[in-house]
């Protein structure tokens, strides 16, 4: 069997059972999550209320950097799940950086799901404790049980099958819409524009320290594209979906911190542990206050959802292309799911829960992901000259000069927030020693990525290694234009 063959039959052993409605879902919950209830109010203490000026500055950078994912995945590459693998290697013609991305976002995606899941309990936790006060006087070991719980509990919902993945998905999200009309709604007339001064409470300099912050809030857009699979008509519908999607999402983040930051002073939602609920406690009685809270625990849920099918797409592309054990490609043929790789990745989050070690693997998710939209745009640009037979098939409706443009603009920002976080991190390893930040947890994105990124080469070199004992061609998969089922 051919490489081309053996991944065009792997591909469609996936099941198209999503449509547009739970694309929306999915790309509505990943970014409406756990960011916007914490994030938010880490980013304040570095600038203060102008963190609403930075989710619109971020805003326009992110659509700017959607557009090549949409770009793609209007050609014969949306029909699979190899997002941005796919798209890399199949325009450099080349595996090795395309692995190398792939893997980080792998290990990102994995620490997120072990950050969502104990947020989740930790929500859940302050929820009970505002029903029933003094009922629930520590959190014990059942929190880190109901994390794990949580992590089980999707698990098992993507093994039944993507059409039940995207049943979920939709009922949270009418949820997670419901509270925050609630929330969004009466706030804005609860608004005391005082809250809003000073705009900017430490400069420039503090401004643009908050928007790597506020970027883990847009961070995980492009995990749409790991849907492409399973989505039906995924090349005409999931290039829209990208672009409608991030647009409604903005407006959403720039309504909730208007009023958040509106409605109470930032000190007082810094230090509260469900910040949106306390500013529902203000405006709305107490039972609207608690479905606002609902609603929170909908948009972690949303994203450990959607954050479940990411790692086991990419794992399931690596594993046709050779790259990875071929186990991790393996299709159930009842349900249509990627079993084993689920389960790796259910396996791995869980670990870090129990080991307490989330932060090496979350602490390089945004810088990861920065790095990876950078590279991704860098192929879009690049696709013209290095692949043409696939830049002709590119079907978005908008005019060449229109999309360098938006490229160019994402490669100046998101070159700009890796400059930023270098810049601090470099801060950090000259201001602490190894054994400091070993103790305290705090490695930063630098050590990280690097680390991460030598045992990602060593996988790739051992998994290049069987694959040409077992004869297969590397270089057959990169010829041509169209991707999978051409």
């Not at 998710?365 to 013209?384: D, E, I």
Request: charged share 10%; aromatic share 10%.
């Amino acid at each position: 069997m051919t490489a081309d063959a053996d991944r065009s039959s792997l591909s469609r052993r996936l099941r198209r059972d999503l449509g547009t409605l739970e694309s929306y879902a999915a790309l509505l919950g990943i970014l409406i999550g756990a960011g916007i209830f914490k994030v938010t109010n880490d980013a304040w203490v570095r600038t203060g209320p102008s963190v609403i000026l930075g989710h619109l500055v971020l805003a326009t950078a992110v659509l700017a950097t959607s557009l090549p994912y949409a770009a793609f995945l209007s050609t014969p590459l949306g029909r699979a799940p190899g997002g941005e693998y796919t798209h890399l290697s199949r325009t450099f013609k080349s595996y090795g950086l395309a692995f190398v991305g792939s893997w980080l976002k792998i290990i990102s995606y994995v620490g997120a799901l072990a950050y969502l899941a104990q947020a989740f309990a930790d929500y859940l936790f302050d929820l009970m404790q505002r029903l029933s006060p003094g009922a629930f006087v520590e959190a014990g070991g059942w929190q880190r049980a109901l994390a794990i719980g949580s992590l089980l509990f999707f698990y098992l919902v993507h093994v039944l099958g993507v059409r039940w993945f995207g049943r979920v998905q939709v009922a949270m999200c009418a949820l997670l819409g419901l509270s925050l009309l609630v929330l969004v709604m009466p706030g804005l007339f609860a608004i005391h524009v005082e809250n809003y001064r000073p705009f900017f409470t430490r400069g420039a300099g503090g401004f643009l320290a908050s928007l790597p912050l506020l970027f883990f809030e847009f961070a995980g857009f492009e995990s749409l594209a790991q849907t492409a699979g399973e989505v039906k008509d995924s090349t005409r519908r999931l290039p829209r979906v990208f672009l409608r999607g991030i647009a409604a999402t903005t407006v959403i983040y720039l309504l909730m911190s208007a009023v958040g930051f509106g409605v109470l002073p930032g000190q007082q939602l810094v230090a509260s542990p469900a910040p949106m609920a306390e500013v529902a406690s203000v405006y709305l009685p107490m039972g609207a206050a608690a479905f606002v809270s609902l609603g929170a625990l909908m948009a972690i849920t949303t994203s450990l959802n959607a954050s479940m099918l990411v790692p086991s797409r990419l794992a399931l592309m690596l594993a046709q292309d050779r790259l990875t054990p071929r186990w991790m490609g393996a299709i159930h043929a009842r349900t249509g799911t990627p079993v084993l790789g689920l389960s790796a990745t259910c396996a791995a989050s869980v670990l870090l829960l129990v080991t307490g070690q989330v932060g090496l693997a979350l602490n390089i998710a945004v810088f990861a992901l920065m790095l990876l939209y950078f590279m991704h745009t860098v192929a879009f640009l690049a696709l013209p000259r290095l692949n043409p037979a696939l830049q002709a098939q590119v079907a978005i409706r908008m005019p060449r000069p229109v999309q360098r443009i938006a490229a160019i603009w994402s490669l100046l920002t998101m070159g700009g927030l890796i400059a930023v976080q270098i810049v601090q991190d470099i801060g950090t390893l000259r201001s602490t020693s190894l054994s400091e930040r070993l103790a305290g947890q705090s490695l930063t994105s630098l050590e990280l990525a690097a680390v991460w990124s030598l045992l990602g080469a060593l996988i790739y070199a051992f998994g290049r290694r069987i694959g040409a004992k077992e004869n297969h061609d590397y270089e057959a998969a990169l010829v041509g234009a169209a991707g999978p089922e051409s």
